[in-house]
Structure formats: structure tokens, C-alpha cells
């Protein structure tokens, strides 16, 4: 089983639906992360936690909302779903002194119709 | 706008030949960078990280750092055709607790 998972792995969905995506983990991590990848833009940062009391913003953090529910899950929303969110989206996972060594877990591909 | 910045190729070496892969950042008070490899269709992997100038070297990988002229290298020797894949390069999000700001990457292709 992967260290880090993801559900759903694909989702399409309609404009003004709410989506929830969610991450859990068994690396045993604090900080767990929201990325979202476009063709041609990158990964950019969405949210952020270093712990179930620590939530923040990152690059693009308009029009998401997340939950830490524990230390080993972490769920990204969208509570409007718009067609410019369609996306890959990725957790990622890392030690909270080893901010830059991330452990990704397979992607949830969000297709916003 | 503090930035890491990458051609996105795509990038075409033979067989056996040496891939370098180029990265160039603006924030001058950047210490450490990361390689990350991406195969078609999957999640990126963390290959290689630098924290000081120079080079670090790992099997066939070597990353170098030159703070100077503000950029960051990968080279692969003995290329093969399981290294074609999108590499990221990631330097520290300013401000940002320690996040990575990622390049939109350079795409490999290794032929036979």
C-alpha cells in the first residue's frame, strides 16, 4: 500500500458542486500539503499544516478550504466547484524539519464540467 | 515575485550520453534545492537535494549549486531510457515556513 494515499483518484463533477478530496498517510509526517498541478504552471502550494492545530495558506488558497482531522489525514474542499479548478491535485507529506523532502501521493485528477 | 525558473524542453539526449538539466532562481538568500522527477502519469519523487555550494554527487546523478550566479544543475551520466521524465527543480518559498516554490520543469527524452 502507498505511504501516502489519495481518494478519489479521478472525479469529474459540475460547476457549483462541492468536492472533497482526501489524503491519509502512514509516514508517520506533521506537515502535510495541498499542491495542484496545471500543465504549463507547475505545482503550486494550496494549503499547508504543520499539525491538527496548524492550518495555512499557500500560493493559491482562494476558492479551497481543508481539514486536518487528525495527524495522518488531511482533506482539501472546493466548496463551489469552478471549471478553472480542474486540475491534478496532490498531497504531500514531510518531516516537519525536512520541509523540502516531500513524499506525494498518487494524484486526484478533479475534472470541473 | 521570487522565482525558480526552468526551460521546459523538451530536452533530447541518446542513449549513454550526460543530461544536464538547468534551474535558475532570483531570491539570492536561497540555501537548498531539490530535484524532483515526475514520470508521465504519476507523482514526482524526490531524486536529489543540495543545501551547500558545489556538488553532490549520487550514482549517476550530481547536483550542483552555485549561489554566485544563482543557479542550480542536475547531470545524469550514462543516460538511459527509464530517466525520460519531467524534472522539477524546487528551491524555499520566501516567507513560507520552509515550503518549496517549484519550476515548471524540463521534460527529458533519452532515446535508444
Known amino acids: 500500500d502507498a505511504d501516502v494515499t489519495q481518494t478519489p483518484r479521478n472525479r469529474i463533477t459540475k460547476t457549483g458542486k462541492r468536492i472533497m478530496l482526501e489524503c491519509s498517510q502512514t509516514k508517520g509526517h506533521d506537515r502535510m500539503y495541498w499542491y495542484r498541478q496545471d500543465p504549463g504552471l507547475g505545482l503550486r502550494l494550496i494549503y499547508y499544516?504543520?499539525?491538527?492545530?496548524?492550518?495555512n495558506k499557500g500560493e493559491i488558497s482562494d476558492g479551497y478550504s481543508v481539514s486536518r482531522q487528525a495527524q495522518a489525514k488531511f482533506s482539501l474542499s472546493l466548496e463551489s466547484a469552478i471549471p478553472n479548478q480542474t486540475a491534478l491535485y496532490f498531497c504531500a507529506t514531510s518531516d516537519l524539519d525536512r520541509a523540502g523532502e516531500l513524499f506525494f501521493g498518487e494524484g486526484s485528477r478533479l475534472t470541473v464540467l | 515575485q521570487k522565482e525558480v525558473e526552468q526551460n521546459s524542453g523538451p530536452l533530447s539526449v541518446p542513449e549513454g550520453a550526460i543530461a544536464s538539466l538547468n534551474c535558475t532562481y532570483s531570491d539570492r538568500g536561497s540555501q537548498s534545492f531539490f530535484w524532483y522527477r515526475q514520470y508521465s502519469g504519476k507523482s514526482p519523487e524526490l531524486i536529489m537535494f543540495?543545501?551547500?555550494?558545489g556538488d553532490k554527487e549520487d550514482g549517476r546523478f550530481t547536483a550542483q549549486l552555485n549561489k554566485a550566479s544563482q543557479y542550480v544543475s542536475l547531470l545524469i551520466r550514462d543516460s538511459q531510457p527509464s530517466d525520460s521524465a519531467t524534472y522539477l527543480c524546487?528551491?524555499?518559498?520566501?516567507?513560507?515556513?520552509?515550503?518549496?516554490?517549484f519550476g515548471k520543469g524540463t521534460k527529458l527524452s533519452v532515446k535508444p
Open positions: 524546487a528551491g524555499p518559498l520566501v516567507g513560507s515556513q520552509g515550503n518549496l516554490i
Open positions: 499544516s504543520f499539525d491538527v492545530k496548524d492550518i
Open positions: 543540495i543545501y551547500s555550494n
